[in-house]
């Protein structure tokens, strides 16, 4: 029998070595990231747009903002200038559709129906929300806070349709002369919307500075005082936020009005819908469109503008607290 020579077993040497030559091909890989990085800071920052303060990275972002966001609002202020005449549309520069907006009752109420019924849904989310964010933020058992955080930010991912389905489910189980009442929309708003209430103010809460509770505290403070003097007035921007977002969102959904007003109830959102797509003047349904996105714009800019002015205010405050 012919004697087959084995191969050479691998020892602690060999896989030392290959080990070492890994690590220089790392490292010299590293180093090169490094220097291409550089490279491409370097010559961005060279460019003109950089200089203006544009990053050229942006550009991907803004194209599709562009084509998503800026695009779809364009087309629906050119149709809110259209005049339908018998089978041909006539675009013209007038506010016929603006002026039949405002001069019927009808649209005014379902206008200021919606807002009112989407404040009223954001006052009980903020004072559902806040002992809820509290707990998180100040919970000593931070095992229990990520347990509360991640029950907050599960129903986020669930479809916004099936929420509501469910709800009006058990509506219909428990209270069924509730649907199609007020009652039943706000509690569908406050349902479908609560997380993006608690998480603003979660993080206003857990941005707060330990050392001035402390220091209230120490100064002789109680809780009620420190709470109110210290804690409440640092999260205010974050309520201001969690309002914001879910006033904009209640006022403009349509599912909720649908399957929780039962088709007793018509806000704002059932007049566009029957503009558009149930054979009526969709030019008036464009008008109604623009006028509730201009609404909305000046909520987002005044939310943002008390934001800014308490965010200002913090460091006065806290010199003055006692």
Same mark, same amino acid.
């Given at each position: 029998?012919?004697?087959?020579?084995?191969?050479?077993?691998?020892?602690?040497?060999?896989?030392?070595?290959?080990?070492?030559?890994?690590?220089?091909?790392?490292?010299?890989?590293?180093?090169?990231?490094?220097?291409?990085?550089?490279?491409?800071?370097?010559?961005?920052?060279?460019?003109?747009?950089?200089?203006? /303060?544009?990053?050229?990275?942006?550009?991907?972002?803004?194209?599709?903002?562009?084509?998503?966001?800026?695009?779809?609002?364009?087309?629906?202020?050119?149709?809110?200038?259209?005049?339908?005449? /018998?089978?041909?549309?006539?675009?013209?520069?007038?506010?016929?559709?603006? *002026?039949?907006?405002?001069?019927?009752?009808?649209?005014?109420?379902?206008?200021?129906?919606?807002?009112?019924?989407?404040?009223?849904?954001?006052?009980?989310?903020?004072?559902?929300?806040?002992?809820?964010?509290? *707990?998180?933020?100040?919970?000593?058992?931070?095992?229990?806070?990520?347990?509360?955080?991640?029950?907050?930010?599960?129903?986020?991912?669930?479809?916004?349709?099936?929420?509501?389905?469910?709800?009006?489910?058990?509506?219909?189980?428990?209270?069924?002369?509730?649907?199609?009442?007020?009652?039943?929309?706000?509690?569908?708003?406050?349902?479908?919307?609560?997380?993006?209430?608690?998480?603003?103010?979660?993080?206003?809460?857990?941005?707060?500075?330990?050392?001035?509770?402390?220091?209230?505290?120490?100064?002789?403070?109680?809780?009620?005082?420190?709470?109110?003097?210290?804690?409440?007035?640092?999260?205010?921007?974050?309520?201001?936020?969690?309002?914001?977002?879910?006033?904009?969102?209640?006022?403009?959904?349509?599912?909720?009005?649908?399957?929780?007003?039962?088709?007793?109830?018509?806000?704002?959102?059932?007049?566009?819908?029957?503009?558009?797509?149930? /054979?009526?003047?969709?030019?008036?349904?464009?008008?109604?469109?623009?006028?509730?996105?201009?609404?909305?714009?000046?909520?987002?800019?005044?939310?943002?503008?008390?934001?800014?002015?308490?965010?200002?205010?913090? /460091?006065?405050?806290?010199?003055? *607290?006692?």
């Amino acid at each position: 029998m012919e004697n087959k020579s084995k191969p050479p077993k691998k020892g602690k040497g060999w896989f030392k070595k290959q080990g070492s030559k890994v690590k220089s091909i790392s490292q010299h890989f590293a180093a090169w990231c490094r220097t291409k990085y550089l490279n491409i800071s370097y010559h961005a920052k060279q460019n003109k747009w950089f200089k203006r /303060g544009f990053n050229p990275i942006l550009w991907p972002y803004l194209i599709i903002m562009i084509l998503l966001i800026v695009v779809p609002l364009l087309i629906i202020l050119l149709y809110s200038f259209i005049q339908p005449t /018998g089978n041909s549309l006539v675009f013209e520069i007038n506010f016929k559709n603006f *002026v039949t907006f405002f001069s019927e009752q009808k649209f005014v109420i379902a206008l200021f129906l919606a807002l009112g019924y989407s404040l009223i849904a954001a006052l009980i989310a903020i004072v559902i929300a806040y002992p809820v964010a509290y *707990v998180m933020a100040f919970c000593k058992s931070k095992l229990l806070s990520k347990n509360i955080w991640i029950l907050v930010t599960l129903p986020i991912w669930i479809n916004m349709l099936l929420k509501i389905i469910g709800l009006q489910t058990l509506f219909n189980i428990i209270a069924p002369s509730l649907l199609g009442t007020p009652i039943s929309v706000v509690i569908g708003m406050v349902y479908a919307f609560l997380p993006f209430v608690i998480l603003p103010i979660y993080n206003s809460l857990d941005k707060i500075d330990t050392s001035l509770i402390e220091a209230s505290k120490d100064l002789g403070a109680n809780g009620f005082k420190t709470f109110w003097k210290v804690i409440f007035r640092q999260s205010i921007p974050g309520i201001i936020a969690g309002g914001t977002l879910l006033l904009v969102q209640a006022a403009t959904s349509l599912i909720i009005v649908k399957f929780m007003g039962n088709g007793r109830i018509n806000l704002i959102v059932d007049v566009i819908e029957a503009y558009f797509f149930k /054979g009526e003047n969709f030019g008036i349904g464009a008008a109604i469109s623009v006028v509730l996105a201009l609404i909305v714009f000046l909520i987002i800019v005044l939310s943002n503008a008390l934001s800014k002015y308490f965010e200002t205010r913090k /460091g006065r405050r806290n010199e003055k *607290v006692f």
